[in-house]
């Protein structure tokens, strides 16, 4: 530091400020009168470049306690000289404006010269002193001349508020600072608990917003005044920076939706209620955009939404008091000292104003007043709706009574309507079921007259069969043989078609069936013919099943065997089939398993119904199509279901459940 003592020393003589005149009995010293100012556009001149003759003649005294340069993009350089007491003293140099990004003080004086930085643009630690404000240590030698340079740049509003401090006097100052910081932040904090509780007890979003609201202000004026870098995130100066413009926005969109809940302006001012949901939209995108935009640009979209939003709530306010509605009297009011208060604040954030008691608490007493006045307004609100609330149930009454008649009236003639509409759905419900009977009648019929006369075909074919070694034709033998066939065919359609009518028509006759032991049954006595197949028919029946059902044995026989029958049908020599009996959550469960061709996809939908049957398979139109939705007959008639599972190529699975009687 020995070249700057050497400039400083030699620099010519300019145009001075009053010089401070240190003196243990002095506590505080506003330094505004006793500044030199130096504008450097370039924001690159150094300590050096400031301690030559051009820079030195360049410096302005200033002539007001708290010089205030609203936004610029130049860095500032602040001389201060002091003459020394006569003995050493020790000083504390603050600078109350603490949104400053960069703030580097330069002591220099005939014994030597220091440098200590700081600003909002690095961690709370790095501070020389651990305070809200921007605090420097000075110590001033005895009879001696010592100056300070203070380089300050800034993206915010530049304010140059200076004092310097007896170390004690400081602490006392800082003492009284920080009880009237914590009365006002724990009257916030009361604000936000006592909404929240009252939001819980009426569920009313109005509070739920205000408290949002309450919250957006009360921590605007934290980073405002240094507090929320100091306690809440000192380590995150983008943030700290960021979160101003942030506030404001999502403070302003908050607000807007408090005054559409509070003002009811659905009901009150329908126009501005649209207005308000734009405003709305306008500062919750406002506040995502602070998040990525430049600082000055968001800053100034804030100020801008700050000063718009609250007016578009006083109109709609002013619209719904002429309306009638009470509660916007203390709303209206409200707004105007919410608005002299912002506005005191975004001027001293500009740099407009400078930092008196009007503008820097201009916001706290504002909000403070628009907590009492909202909270009364709240109240009022109540007992707004209490009394609507009375006058609705009043004309309900009213309006119930003299509805009464009329609809007694009415129901009369539904009733008649309803006896009417009944006796037509009987006579429609019965034609139904005479027509149902006709149907299955008219099946039953057909299926009858089909089969004698192809009993009488078989009885002359045998006989003519019996009687044909008299017979030299062989193809006479052929044709009659091929007639035997067609004719069982015939009669095995026509017997199952006459049991899908008869189970629609009578059901079952429910009686217990043992359905393992009918299943064992069934099973040996299809053992022949696998065997003649080649096919291996395994049965597996669990011990201790429960497996008594209500219904008819014969039915449930000719289910088994039809699925049984189609197995072995459908496997080839070599393959298996496997029956399997168990039980569980009131059911049992049959299980007939084959591994054959397998089942197409795309056919197991049509599988049941009647007359269906499975294309390019071998088998294809030797069955009736019918023996399936037999099987779904018979088991839905029980009260059951039967499923089918199948992987074309590695067999099929058809099983059944049924509920167990006395479950």
């Excluded at 010592?146 to 380089?151: C, E, N, S």
């Excluded at 506005?343 to 407009?352: H, I, K, M, V």
Aim: glycine share 8%; proline share 5%; aromatic share 8%.
């Amino acid at each position: 530091m020995l070249p700057l003592l050497m400039l400083m020393m030699t620099a010519p003589p300019v145009a001075e400020a009053p010089r401070v005149q240190l003196s243990s009995l002095m506590e505080h010293r506003k330094l505004g009168s006793h500044m030199a100012l130096l504008e450097d556009p370039s924001a690159r001149m150094t300590l050096e470049d400031v301690l030559t003759a051009p820079a030195q003649s360049r410096f302005n005294p200033v002539h007001d306690d708290e010089p205030r340069l609203a936004h610029t993009r130049s860095a500032y350089w602040v001389r201060v000289e002091m003459d020394g007491d006569s003995s050493p003293t020790h000083w504390m140099l603050e600078l109350s404006y603490p949104l400053h990004d960069h703030v580097d003080v330069f002591v220099l004086s005939p014994s030597g010269a220091s440098v200590q930085r700081a600003g909002d643009a690095f961690p709370f630690a790095l501070r020389p002193m651990k305070h809200r404000h921007f605090v420097f240590p000075i110590n001033a030698d005895a009879n001696v001349r010592t100056t300070l340079y203070v380089r300050v740049q800034t993206r915010s509003a530049m304010q140059l508020a200076m004092t310097l401090w007896r170390p004690d006097a400081m602490v006392r100052a800082d003492h009284e600072a920080q009880l009237g910081l914590g009365i006002y932040y724990g009257l916030f904090i009361t604000m936000v608990l006592f909404n929240m509780l009252l939001f819980l007890t009426a569920r009313d979003r109005s509070y739920a917003w205000f408290v949002l609201f309450v919250m957006c202000v009360g921590l605007l004026d934290a980073g405002v005044s240094g507090v929320a870098f100091e306690y809440l995130w000192p380590e995150s100066p983008w943030w700290n920076k960021t979160s101003i413009p942030f506030m404001v926005m999502l403070g302003a969109a908050s607000a807007c939706m408090f005054s559409r809940a509070y003002l009811s302006t659905r009901i009150y001012a329908p126009t501005h209620h649209v207005a308000l949901a734009w405003a709305t939209g306008w500062s919750a995108l406002g506040a995502l955009a602070t998040l990525v935009i430049e600082y000055r640009m968001s800053l100034a979209l804030a100020v801008f939404t700050a000063g718009t939003a609250p007016v578009v709530s006083l109109f709609a306010g002013r619209r719904a008091l002429a309306a009638g509605y009470e509660p916007a009297g203390y709303f209206v009011v409200s707004i105007l000292l919410l608005l002299a208060g912002i506005g005191l604040f975004a001027l001293r954030l500009l740099g407009f104003f400078p930092g008196n008691l009007a503008t820097q608490y201009g916001l706290q007493l504002g909000s403070v007043a628009v907590f009492f006045l909202f909270s009364m307004g709240l109240g009022q609100r109540i007992k707004t709706a209490e009394r609507a609330r009375a006058r609705a149930q009043e004309q309900a009454l009213d309006a119930q009574r003299s509805e009464r008649e009329k609809v007694e009236a009415l129901n009369a003639q539904l009733e008649n309507r309803v006896v009417e509409r009944t006796h037509e759905l009987a006579a429609t419900n019965a034609e139904l079921a005479q027509l149902n009977a006709r149907k299955d009648e008219l099946v039953a019929t057909v299926s009858h007259d089909f089969r004698s006369p192809l009993t009488v075909i078989r009885q002359n074919v045998q006989t003519i069969l019996r009687d044909l070694q008299l017979m030299d034709h062989s193809d006479l033998r052929e044709l009659l043989q091929a007639i035997v066939r067609q004719e069982a065919r015939l009669t095995g359609m026509c017997t199952k078609l006459l049991d899908l009518a008869r189970l629609k028509q009578r059901g079952v006759e429910p009686r217990p069936v043992d359905v393992p032991a009918l299943t064992r049954a069934m099973v040996d006595g299809f053992m022949s013919q696998a065997r003649n197949a080649g096919v291996t028919l395994r049965q597996d029946i669990a011990d201790g099943v429960k497996a008594t059902v209500s219904g008819d044995p014969d039915r449930l026989e000719q289910v088994l065997q039809n699925l049984v029958d189609n197995a072995l049908k459908f496997t080839p020599s070599g393959g298996h089939v496997g029956v399997v009996v168990s039980g569980q959550d009131g059911l049992v469960r049959i299980r007939i398993t084959d591994s054959g061709c397998g089942i197409p996809t795309e056919a197991i939908p049509r599988l049941f119904d009647p007359f269906f049957q499975v294309p390019s398979t071998t088998h294809a139109g030797q069955g009736s199509g019918l023996g399936l939705a037999i099987v779904k007959a018979v088991v839905d008639a029980h009260g059951g279901r039967v499923m089918v599972a199948s992987t074309p190529g590695a067999g099929a699975t058809f099983t059944v459940e049924l509920p167990v009687s006395g479950v």
